[in-house]
């Protein structure tokens, strides 16, 4: 069993930063790519960005490049650092696990397995 876990969400002004934390439990140890997407209300959930198992590799939205860095604090935990808030950020942000190492990071939310319950981000303007 699989079981991201997001925190870190709340609320602040325009400008502001936050930092979300997935930290993954697993039965056994295992490598996987980490993603994180949002979904703002009436919108589609969208990729934000995603980190290989290794760190090696990052991806981004091209929405978010320069604001937000995603990093990996070891092998189940990662970070997503979130700089110059804008109200547009206001969604719900999901972590994802895709348990297949050997495939290449993907935006796609069909490619990972496994999903947190969510961290509510509101952005004030």
């Known amino acids: 069993q699989v079981q991201p876990v997001e925190s870190g969400g709340g609320l602040v002004q325009a400008g502001g930063s936050l930092r979300l934390s997935c930290a993954v439990s697993t039965l056994t140890a295992r490598t996987f790519h980490t993603g994180w997407f949002r979904q703002a209300p009436g919108k589609e959930r969208e990729f934000v960005a995603a980190?290989?198992?290794?760190?090696?590799?990052t991806s981004y939205a091209d929405s978010v490049k320069g604001r937000f860095t995603i990093s990996r604090v070891n092998a189940n935990t990662v970070n997503l650092e979130i700089n110059s808030l804008k109200p547009e950020d206001t969604a719900v942000y999901y972590c994802a696990v895709d348990i297949n190492p050997w495939t290449e990071l993907g935006p796609q939310p069909s490619q990972y397995e496994y999903w947190g319950q969510g961290t509510q981000v509101t952005v004030s303007s």
């Open positions: 980190i290989s198992w290794n760190a090696g590799r």
